[in-house]
């Protein structure tokens, strides 16, 4: 049985994708005829139809849609075999975006232990708190907080969030027991501005949310306002060590509850095969540092 040629399929994986045999010509540097007899000699030889031709452009069939998937998928494949026999370095770095708090509390200080494990590698950490887009930036994983569930990518579990009320030690006496601590000014993450609600309700406390509200862009701004007396705030213990144990900061009423969100690495499902992103998971669950 005669395979169709790789032409022909970077011909199909461009006009599946673009959805138009002129603009697949436009990329490909060839004609739009071109490309309608390749992928017609395509149709032919597997013996289906992968396009329905309408009026601006054209559609992919079910067939089609199943096939694109897998051509892609392949071409992916074979452009980052040819990534790394050209340029060795560039495959031998693993390039992810992590949360800003996340990355200075949690992961800088382990990468000591990754380098001695890994030293032929490299790591391009960028941090953000925003979506990635895996289609348009060149990422090999992201770090994120949530819920674990988003459409399309595969995640894992790095740490399992604990919430605990922190304060600086001048407000601690002031603080005795949940009605003290509802009535407190409490620091808000505006990105998440349910926590506090969702920790009384935890604990099965009635909780009125303050009318007038301390509020922080990230973790950072609102560890450091904790630090310096402002308020109180929601943090997991295992991501200020430093500042319970130096009692920078303490823990209020020895109170710990489970957040509704965790830390987990993620990355879309196609590129479950890709050594940087192999390396990375090999380290994190072979390393006993997932907690």
């Known amino acids: 049985m005669a395979y169709p040629s790789l032409n022909s399929l970077r011909t199909f994986e461009a ?28 149709e032919q030889q597997l013996n289906t139809k992968l396009f329905t031709r309408i009026e601006r452009g054209v559609t992919l069939t079910p067939i089609g849609e199943y096939y694109f998937s897998n051509v892609q998928q392949g071409i992916q494949i074979l452009l980052r075999a040819t990534d790394v026999v050209m340029d060795p370095k560039r495959s031998r770095t693993i390039k992810m975006s992590v949360v800003p708090f996340f990355a200075t ?43 674990g569930s988003w459409p399309g990518l595969t995640s894992k579990l790095i740490l399992s969030e604990k919430l605990t009320p922190v304060c600086a030690p001048q407000m601690y006496e002031t603080i005795s027991n949940l009605t003290d601590l509802a009535s407190a000014p409490l620091l808000y993450n505006t ?88 390396v990375f998971l090999d380290w994190i669950e072979g390393s006993s540092i997932c907690e």
């Open 15 to 42: 006009a599946a994708r673009l959805l138009s045999f002129n603009k697949a010509a436009q990329e490909l540097c060839i004609s739009p005829s071109a490309v309608s007899h390749q992928v017609r000699q395509l």
């Open 105 to 147: 509390r949690w992961l800088m200080p382990r990468l000591e232990n990754f380098q001695l494990r890994y030293p032929d590698w490299e790591l391009a950490i960028q941090t953000s708190t925003q979506k990635s887009d895996f289609e348009t930036e060149d990422l090999d994983l992201v770090i994120r907080r949530g819920k």
């Open 191 to 278: 990105q998440v501005l349910t926590e506090w609600a969702e920790f009384f309700s935890h604990l099965g406390e009635p909780f009125n949310a303050p009318t007038a509200r301390l509020e922080f862009q990230n973790s950072s701004q609102i560890l450091e306002a904790c630090s310096t007396g402002i308020g109180v705030a929601l943090m997991d213990p295992t991501l200020i060590q430093d500042e319970l144990k130096s009692n920078r900061l303490i823990q209020l009423l020895g109170l710990t509850v489970p957040s509704l969100r965790n830390y987990y690495l993620v990355y879309p499902d196609k590129q479950q095969e890709r050594k940087g992103l192999l």
